[in-house]
């Protein structure tokens, strides 16, 4: 309903303190500013309103335009206001402990209906619950909710989350061996698969590169947490610099978990079922087990991206031929057997 042909417009007023809004309804400004003045206590002599939204003033045509139940700005004749920013700015100036700070932001939060001001407000609540400087579970309970009771560190989980993915790959090549029908390629990739199952525990699954505490060449975070988009498949960085630190919140720590070490050269179209192909006609000792290994659990071949860079369609990337197969040593060249055997991808 709009102010014209005399009928009231309802509109939710406040002062440039409070974020408490008051319902007023008037049929002009003039009646507007003498009601709003009395009821938030503001001198009525200079007194004006502008939007709460990006701190339009309000004019009498203006105000006469307005949507019922517009939310509007009481400010006094030395005040201004440029929007939901002043808010903001406000909030961080005060002296409040994180916790106050927090509840206010929350209180801001409260029924607004602006999307983008509830991005803004979103991601400044995000930032003020920010607790990734503690690390224990007696420091943080609330971060280690729903996380089995064995684990004592926020970097000794992430570790733990990191393994499980890894281990989840191994996992793929194991059940590839369902798929072999010849007895003798099953028995070579059961070889392989063991070798590369070693290799792993070897590396203690890769687990460092969640883990903050581990050295920079080791971990894919700073040493506070934070972990970078690295782009999708094709892409040298992340066009949207997407960022999150998992060790900030719980909330953090669960949307990490939609995030994806993807792999460049495509684990199941492409490694995995040439690793099947070249077992068709050689042995598991003629195969750079090493080279299969870095593109199925390194950073060689993985990149850590978020849930909208990872791209699940077909990466047409093929493994590097040169480099399938082991180097022959110089007992493997002085081998009679070894004479006229071609090593070549069938």
Not at 32 to 58: I, M, R
Not at 183 to 200: G, P, Q
Request: charged share 30%; aromatic share 8%; proline share 2%.
């Amino acid at each position: 309903m709009f102010g014209l042909f005399g009928k009231s417009i309802p509109v939710k007023v406040r002062s440039y303190s409070e974020s408490r809004k008051h319902g007023v309804a008037a049929k002009d400004l003039k009646e507007l500013l003498k009601k709003a003045c009395k009821a938030l206590q503001v001198p009525h002599s200079g007194a004006h309103v502008c939007l709460y939204s990006d701190g339009t003033k309000v004019t009498e045509e203006f105000f006469l335009t307005l949507p019922d139940h517009t939310e509007l700005v009481l400010l006094s004749r030395e005040q201004t206001w440029s929007g939901v920013v002043c808010d903001i700015g406000q909030l961080l100036k005060t002296d409040q402990h994180a916790d106050g700070l927090i509840e206010a932001a929350k209180g801001l939060l409260s029924g607004e209906r602006s999307p983008k001001r509830r991005k803004i407000l979103t991601d400044l609540l995000q930032s003020l619950e920010d607790r990734s400087e503690l690390e224990s579970r007696e420091e943080d309970e609330e971060w280690f909710r729903g996380v089995d009771a064995r684990f004592k560190t926020k970097s000794g989980y992430m570790k733990f989350n990191c393994e499980s993915r890894i281990r989840g790959y191994m996992k793929e090549v194991d059940d590839a061996t369902k798929t072999i029908q010849k007895a003798k390629v099953r028995a070579e990739f059961l070889k392989t698969s063991k070798c590369l199952a070693e290799m792993l525990k070897t590396a203690r699954y890769n687990g460092c590169y969640f883990d903050r505490t581990e050295k920079e060449p080791d971990r894919l975070c700073t040493k506070e947490g934070w972990f970078t988009c690295q782009g999708s498949f094709d892409q040298d960085v992340c066009q949207s610099l997407h960022s999150i630190n998992p060790y900030g919140s719980r909330e953090s720590r669960i949307i990490f978990s939609t995030w994806n070490l993807d792999h460049r050269i495509e684990k199941k179209r492409t490694i995995i079922p040439t690793l099947l192909e070249v077992l068709q006609n050689h042995r598991t000792t003629d195969v750079n087990l090493t080279y299969f290994y870095r593109l199925l659990f390194t950073r060689e071949n993985l990149k850590l991206v978020h849930i909208v860079c990872h791209k699940k369609g077909a990466h047409n990337l093929l493994c590097d031929t040169k480099k399938i197969f082991r180097k022959a040593s110089n007992t493997d060249k002085g081998n009679p057997k070894n004479k006229g055997k071609k090593r070549r991808l069938m």
